[in-house]
């Protein structure tokens, strides 16, 4: 394997000091890149993008020739798990991911069985060894995956969703059933992720878009006991590293304190909790990701810079401080802008190192 | 003035103790219900359902005739105070609240000024009096309004909106700006709950749907203190009685600690923050009210039966309580399950007294 050349995030991740505060974007390849659309638009739609690793590795390298970025992320979407369970997965124009075959009832989740990712989910492994391969040591490879309740959502509602009617119905009428659902999305989740890491990821993710739509006993139930299980069983040691793992369940607010318990390396932190007040409810006992509002960058350079100021300043003195934004950049934001962030946190975070 | 015959939830909103816990429904007024959706079709729009004030009372009356409720609310819409801004409120089929003139640079800030609310709300008020006429005494009439910062985000994007870009724009460059038109919405706000009050509500809630979509220094600036300017603006008492105040930033979490100190005297909850820890955040200083997941309707009787005794276990004992949804109930709910909920408020929450 190829030296890593920049290991400041994977540093950060695990606490360890670094002379300034790593950075990468959520969606930091994605449509407010030119690029990126034209290769969208030559892939066809977004799953052939995916499935396709050449592609998939040039979508995922174009952010880091533009801009001073700490990581790359593996281009993918969180429901090729679902997909490989068998749910048809399929993307209608203007309207977001369906399936075919929601799974909506005690009896289809009976159904469900634990696939052979290597034989489903081969296309992601190879587009992260190409990727691997293109970085030659660069940045860090960061792998992901959906966490079970927000996979969930999509594979029972059969699409996306703003009040969750039916697996909320489930979690009430048949909890013990999609215990078991989640269980199955768990299991394959973990296996989906360990066979990232061997193919080269050098840091795991796990996106939990959707936990904060439950009141906290249904989330520590079905959002992070699932979690849990995918950490308790992902390969935490790979290339002679530790595997960092990164948490990140939007709008968790206190519910960090509960998150720290899985023995994740760090969690991430959307813009509605400060990283002080983040930091006070983890104890340092983990590291940070985050946190700025991705409408700043709408803004104007002077105001982006701010905002990287006071995300700084907020996270405050010593290790542990990814910067991120608190949510995906969004297709709408001008490429400078992200570049203006970008050289802000440059320059801006040595001093609390 | 009648004699008020119920006024357990002016009781319970100034923590005074009563024999059981009151409870009203965020909603209980809507399209859930068949005789809701009779009357809206003879009123053909929404708004004119809203400037009817017979209308507008036999809607409000509608959930009374079928539940034991301990409150009616006044039938009407937070944009009501925009639209007598003149910014041109309308609605269009299947696609929310539009403004014909939204507000979106400092120029038309500075156009706008307080109105004359008893010329341009005067509807709202001849239906908060026929209301009064005829609730005769029942149950107590809360009036309402949005915070400055929710009617301020329709104002500026023009309708309804997710991720904010306007007014996140405005917040960002022309904060001064920004604060002088919540300013003008606050006023007029505050002379139109004074207004309703003089016209006979007896208890007043300001509904922030969109504070937590702020980072927690903005909200204390667009959203917690324009709020705290209709406090401090409001007749409190009146008919001889204490007027209840409510704020409800929906999402609050750990907000609720900063939202204490405004001198309200009640907060709502929604359910991703338990009551129990709402209590903790708010020291017993306010009355709570809240917060069972709306979704929890959709369920069997058995289960929202448990939803109701969980909630009711989670303020645990004490006054201060008022049990209502998290958030409103919604059109596709069984009204029949409605009932359930009543009931077992009626007959689980004694014991907590």
């Keep these: 394997m190829t030296e890593l050349k920049n290991d400041l995030l994977l540093k950060a991740l ?16 994605g449509r407010y890149l030119p690029e990126y659309r034209e290769v969208r638009a030559q892939a066809g739609d977004f799953m052939s993008l995916c499935r396709n690793p050449e592609l998939a590795c040039e979508v995922t390298m174009q952010p880091l020739r533009r801009y001073k970025l700490d990581a790359a992320i593996l281009f993918s979407d969180i ?19 369906k399936f075919e075959r929601p799974v909506q009832s005690t009896a289809q989740i009976g159904k469900l069985a634990v696939p052979d990712v290597s034989e489903t989910l081969g296309y992601v492994f190879d587009a992260v060894r190409t990727i691997r391969r293109e970085l030659d040591g660069q940045v860090p490879l960061i792998g992901f995956a959906g966490s079970p309740w927000t996979v969930g959502t999509y594979m029972v509602e059969g699409g996306s969703s703003r009040e ?3 697996i909320k119905g489930l979690a009430a009428e048949a909890p013990a059933a999609l215990d078991s659902m989640l269980d199955i999305v768990a299991r394959t989740t973990t296996e989906y992720l360990n066979a990232q890491v061997e193919a080269g990821a050098q840091a795991i993710m796990i ?38 793992v990164i948490l990140f369940t939007k709008g968790a607010g206190v519910l960090l304190k509960d998150m720290v318990a899985t023995g994740c390396d760090a969690l ?30 709408r803004e104007s350079p002077e105001v982006i810079r701010q905002g990287v100021a006071d ?5 405050g003195k010593g290790p542990g401080h990814v910067f991120n934004l608190g949510h ?17 946190v440059h320059e801006l975070s040595p001093q609390y190192h």
């Design 328 to 344: 995906g950049v969004t297709p709408d934001i001008d490429p400078d802008h992200v570049a203006v962030l970008v050289d802000a």
């Design 207 to 244: 996106f939990d878009t959707w936990g904060s739509a439950l009141e906290r006993d249904d989330y520590l139930r079905f959002s992070l006991a699932p979690m849990q299980k995918i950490v308790d069983g992902l390969t935490r040691q790979n290339e002679g590293r530790r595997i960092p």
């Design 79 to 97: 429901l090729t798990v679902p997909d490989a369970l068998g749910l048809g997965l399929y993307f209608e124009a203007g309207e977001g991911p």
């Design 311 to 315: 995300t700084l300043a907020s996270y």
């Design 164 to 166: 969750f009617p039916i």
């Design 14 to 29: 695990l606490r360890e000091p670094t002379e300034r505060t790593p950075l990468w974007i959520m969606r930091q390849a």
């Design 268 to 297: 991430g932190v959307d813009w509605t909790t400060s990283l002080a007040d983040a930091r006070q409810y983890t104890g340092d006992k983990v590291a940070l990701q985050g946190n700025l509002d991705p409408a700043t960058l």
